[in-house]
Nanobody, 125 residues
Framework: QVQLVESGGGLVQAGDSLRLSCAGSGFTFRNYNMGWFRQAPGKAREFVSAIRRMSGATAYADSVKGRFTISKDNAKNTVYLQMNSLEPEDTAVYYC??????????????????WGQGTQVTVSS
């Protein structure tokens, strides 16, 4: 069955960096758009970043542009989110997701078929 397993979260200070990883199995990784979303306590889930299937083109939320970088390794069935210059506002549970939707819809969480269990990122001020 399809599995997405995130890792790499933790407690860091403002200005620090973290790299999240999401290992996928049970599906043809390169054929899927891969996205990162986050949800802070009391807030709705929000789009963070995505990397499109086949082309590898990337998309970012304005709030993370220039600080976060998404990448993937198809050979390892893994997508990464490098997060630099972390801010307390980045504190959330981060989820990776996989979907085969049209590449123009990578920002919509509803379009993703598979989700990981999430990893907590806490940034202290």
């Amino acid at each position: 069955q399809v599995q997405l397993v995130e890792s790499g979260g933790g407690l860091v200070q403002a200005g620090d960096s973290l790299r999240l990883s999401c290992a996928g199995s049970g599906f043809t990784f390169r054929n899927y758009n891969m996205g990162w979303f986050r949800q802070a306590p009391g807030k709705a889930r929000e789009f963070v970043s995505a990397i499109r299937r086949m082309s590898g083109a990337t998309a970012y939320a304005d709030s993370v542009k220039g600080r976060f970088t998404i990448s993937k390794d198809n050979a390892k069935n893994t997508v990464y989110l490098q997060m630099n210059s972390l801010e307390p506002e980045d504190t959330a549970v981060y989820y990776c997701a996989a979907g085969s939707q049209p590449t123009g819809l990578v920002r919509s969480g509803e379009m993703y078929a598979y989700w990981g269990q999430g990893t907590q990122v806490t940034v202290s001020s």
